[in-house]
């Protein structure tokens, strides 16, 4: 009996021992090997980013209209010269809306209660 359970104990030590060496490589073997790869990393450029778009700009307020005064009252006419007829006068106490300007003869081109008419820029 004592030498069953010297045979036992032998067999449990040797498979105890395999059990230990179970996927490592033999003598001589080479180990396998794992090896983790990334994805390739694109080469600088000299090509810039895209920009990054902001958010559209919000409306507060109430917009404003161009407006005109005048220092001294001034004759509106027909078109942008002194030989146009004159269609109304712009008195210095009073506000015009302006719908654009003529820069070369310096001449505005305004709202008045009848339409529009030119307003000449020097007062």
Not at 35 to 59: E, F, H, R
């Amino acid at each position: 009996m004592k030498s069953k359970r010297v045979v036992f104990a032998l067999n449990a030590l040797m498979i105890a021992i395999l059990a230990c060496t179970l996927g490592q490589a033999a003598p001589g073997e080479a180990e396998p090997t794992a090896t983790i790869t990334s994805p390739p990393v694109p080469a600088a450029s000299d090509t810039p980013a895209p920009p990054t778009l902001a958010p559209a700009p919000t409306a507060t307020g109430t917009p404003t209209v161009p407006q005109v005064r005048v220092s001294a009252a001034t004759n509106c006419r027909t078109g942008p010269s002194v030989q146009f007829d004159l269609l109304w006068t712009l008195q210095p106490d009073q506000t015009a809306e302006v719908v654009g300007k003529n820069t070369p003869n310096n001449y505005w081109i305004i709202k008045y209660p009848n339409g529009l008419c030119w307003l000449w820029g020097q007062y």
